[in-house]
């Protein structure tokens, strides 16, 4: 009775100690950032394309001014250590139940896979831009949190400092708990403004999965491109309600995956 | 499992080199004036009517003082070089579910007729009126926008200037995309006020169409009517807070087609 | 597929000449409000009781200090002229496929009858207290409005005096034209306030059915009634910041079958 | 056609004269609060754990920092009187049609236990903090508040003081009518402030239910718990935009079983 529908977009991979990680769409677009950092630098390959009638109802214009529609990919990427399966949108599944069927689609692959862990990704809103975001941890079991504790790099006292967790992000964690697969969410503060995007946050992710995981990604390289858009990003945030600077900023935004949300009809 | 409801008012005619446009309800109705326009002065017949319990649940006043309940329908006229399929309404579909299937049931349409191309209508909304509006044009190929570039009155550059375009207008493209169906959207700058008829930017979408399709309608004439429109409409938005001014204007755009939004129950 | 219930409270009547009379609650409560005087001066019997998971999911506090759920009913009673079906409640339905799928199941009733016309009442929201209230008609073909003509006391241009008419009211003239049923809808101007209840507006609409269908209610007594209820609410509308006065209207309400819109849990 | 899955967690245990008591969360988390005292202090047992896809789309972080997915659940404790059920959870189903279905579940439960009466728990907001929270009563039939009247604490004229009784604290008691189950329904006045926490007001729901049930709850024991709560909450209320303060407040409700709301993702 799933809204789902399933695309595959090639032969199944055969892949080794994979782990299955989620960036959509949230504050600050911080995980969506994150992954498709890596997907872009690692050349990770299309598998999966998700479909609803439940998405918005509306198309994005693409750099080669096309229209597509709402689109949910998982990618794959192979690795020395552990092979990756990288779950990234335009959007995520807005209502509740919508969401919870995704989830499970997600996990049915997660299983399928034989994947030996989660990571999601996401942000913090915070009421002003962060110079140095922290990053939070938590999970649905404490072996998972032990595993990364040597990478030192993290907070994991979340109880207290968040309510919860909203969308994807955090359902795959309690979904896959029931399924006895170990998973943990990585959320970095950001600035919490709908024109903000969490580049430096995403960064402060990138460091700890670069630990663990050995992607090959040169964080110096990335610091630079980071640092730019940050750069050019703050000039322009100074004043947003001037139309040809949001312009600028949505094209910022979409290099990067982000979209600005104007409606037309 | 579609909510959409489609009876077909007449016999199937025999189309040549049929075209789909859409002008549904949108911002400052630019697409619905549009097509109405072009329904009114070439006599297009109807043929057929959707329904679905999934519309507004409110039936409009007409100018004889009679109920009808919110209509959507397509009628088609036969023309020297191609013939027209055009669909227009009172309302679109809001929900998500809904709009999909409706652009779906749309599309089916447009197979059973071997349409040879879709255009799809709307406006953007500025913060003011634009005194001479612009038209961008985005397609779900680029082979279509080149067939319209030789009318050279439109921007193709809309990457950047929009977020999503949000309903049937933006879906028909991304979904024809899918079944091969070459579409192209017009969208009209037009002043994203509720109380505003995106007139103007109607007109410069129709020069387009007029250009393409050789509908044999006296622009000049067009020009007269909607000057007169423009001015009397211009003059009561001076103060809309004047409720007999507001009723003014609602009968305006009764005339043209649009409807004011008020609850009684 | 619908999500409505009936239950038939007692054996089925046979009605002569029967007319349906809906009055669900709205702008003002006006229809409610006037439906209600009737069933209760005419002691009309409850004969048809509705039920969905779609309602409110919340209880009603009654005079008894009781719960109730939230109810909708049709009664009926017999008169020398026209026997009456009457529809009142607590509430209406409220989303659009529980508000068309209700209209259907009442039109089904009305053809059991075989009613010979339907009556909807309702409110037409002002920014003031209206000092004489105005009575509008619209209807779903002009034989109908014809046949009240006489009666001389509404107007019946309502064509850009109003936008949608929303719900049950509106619907079920749009519905019943389909299937051939004549429907009239009366709308009385009333105070758009939420706390205020359009009891001069209702007498108004009265004052047009006890011409049409000679109920045999006393209109001088009822102006009383409404005299003293119109002149109370006045005194208590003018401050309604004063919880001590709210609770004041919410009891006067209560007596006429309004409700106020609280939140506990 | 239910959207709930109720899962049993242990043998189906025999009860004494079983009273059902609700305590979802609500205004003032006045029931969830007075309900989670009794089965930490009772030590009650799980037996029941309901799960929906309509449930909020979200997980909570524990204190142990793991994130939970939102819980409902039924507890049970035999008494020397009455054996109790015991209903509370993080959340409360909040669209209509997900209310009903989960009312009626519950309803199934009440009637496998043949339980002699249904308690309800929740709160009645004020515009300010009430020093001393009068307690109000209604119920679906008059015999079940006289059982409750010689207790005496509580006000039983709830007619005009309050609009519709929302959620399944309500529901409950009207469809329990309807399967001819005696329910009353116990509302403590609370501060209406979406932080505040309705801990005087549930220690006054609490002293009704020890007097009838006899819990044997030592209520000084539970009074200066809360009021040392109650002091830690006026402190920190004083300034709520203050951040550290917030997440204070959040840790005291966590332990009491409430929840801030943030959003992440």
Redesign the interface.
């Known amino acids: 009775m799933t809204?789902w529908k399933v695309n595959q977009l090639e032969k199944q991979p055969v892949l080794r100690n994979p782990i299955f990680i989620e960036g959509?769409?949230?504050?600050g677009n911080v995980?969506k950032v994150a992954v498709d950092f890596i997907i872009e630098k690692l050349e990770a390959k299309e598998l999966y394309e998700f479909f609803s009638?439940?998405?918005?109802?509306?198309?994005?214009?693409?750099?080669?001014?096309?229209?597509?529609?709402?689109s949910i990919k998982v990618y794959y990427v192979k690795l020395a250590k552990n092979d990756l399966l990288l779950l990234t949108g335009d959007v995520?599944?807005t209502?509740?139940?919508s969401?919870?069927?995704f989830s499970e689609k997600i996990l049915d692959i997660v299983e399928t896979f034989k994947c030996k862990e989660i990571v999601t990704l996401?942000?913090?809103?915070l009421?002003e831009i962060p110079k140095k975001p922290k990053v939070y941890a938590?999970?649905?079991?404490?072996n998972i949190?032990k595993r990364y504790k040597k990478l030192g790099s993290f907070n994991?006292?979340?109880?207290?400092?968040?309510?919860?967790?909203?969308?994807?992000?955090?359902?795959l964690?309690?979904?896959a708990?029931?399924r006895k697969i170990g998973a943990i969410?990585f959320?970095a503060e950001t600035y919490g403004h709908p024109m903000y995007l969490g580049v430096k946050g995403a960064r402060e992710i990138l460091k700890i999965l670069e630990k663990r995981f050995e992607l090959g990604i040169n964080m110096n390289e990335i610091d630079k491109e980071i640092d730019q858009l940050e750069s050019d990003l703050l000039k322009r945030t100074k004043d947003i309600s001037d139309?040809s600077k949001q312009?600028?900023i949505?094209?910022l935004k979409?290099k990067l995956g982000g979209?600005?949300?104007?409606?037309?009809?």
Chains 1, 2, 3, 4 share one sequence.
């Open positions: 809204s959509l769409p949230g504050i995980g009638y439940t998405m918005p109802h509306s198309v994005f214009v693409n750099e080669e001014n096309l229209v597509e529609l709402p995520q599944p209502d509740e139940v969401s919870y069927d996401g942000g913090i809103g009421g938590t999970a649905n079991n404490s949190v994991e006292n979340l109880y207290g400092v968040v309510g919860p967790i909203v969308g994807v992000t955090g359902l964690l309690g979904l708990d029931k969410s959320l139309v312009t600028a949505k094209k979409g979209e600005g949300i104007d409606y037309i009809g």
